[in-house]
């Protein structure tokens, strides 16, 4: 048998608003430990998005990091499959970050062979 729970609108608010505080706590939790500046400005825009401030202000108060913004570049290049996608142009770049975005892009050879530099990278570091 099939059974229906009917919540009232102030019990759904309380859910929603007792999700949001957990959702909180593990951001707040990650931004403990955090490594890298750009970790940190990640868990800091998803916080602010939680807390629904408008993107612009999420932009001027936690910008992307320059690795950010490398990364997306290279993010271009690799869904169009240049091999400069691949390129690491510092070896002190934040690799995790560009692990990250570089995850996001279209799958080919071009994307297998940038995330293996960017772990070997690690791993020699």
């Known amino acids: 048998m099939l059974s229906l729970e009917i919540i009232s609108s102030g019990q759904a608010k309380q859910d929603k608003q007792t999700n949001k505080q957990g959702k909180i706590f593990i951001l ?3 931004y403990a430990q955090a ?3 750009s970790e940190k400005m990640v ?4 916080w602010m998005a ?3 401030f408008d993107d612009d202000t999420i932009q001027c108060l936690a910008p992307k990091t320059p690795d950010e913004l490398n990364a997306e570049r290279k993010l ?3 869904n169009n499959e240049d ?3 691949a ?3 510092n070896p002190m770049e934040d690799h995790y970050t560009f ?4 995850n996001t892009a279209d799958h080919n050879k071009v994307k297998t062979e940038a995330l293996r530099r960017r772990y070997d990278a690690i791993a020699q570091s």
């Open 99 to 102: 692990i990250k975005i570089i």
């Open 87 to 89: 390129k690491i142009d």
């Open 28 to 30: 707040q939790n990650n």
């Open 43 to 46: 868990i800091m825009r998803e």
């Open 76 to 78: 271009v290049l690799i």
């Open 83 to 85: 091999m400069l996608g």
């Open 35 to 37: 490594k890298t500046q």
């Open 50 to 52: 939680l807390e629904e």
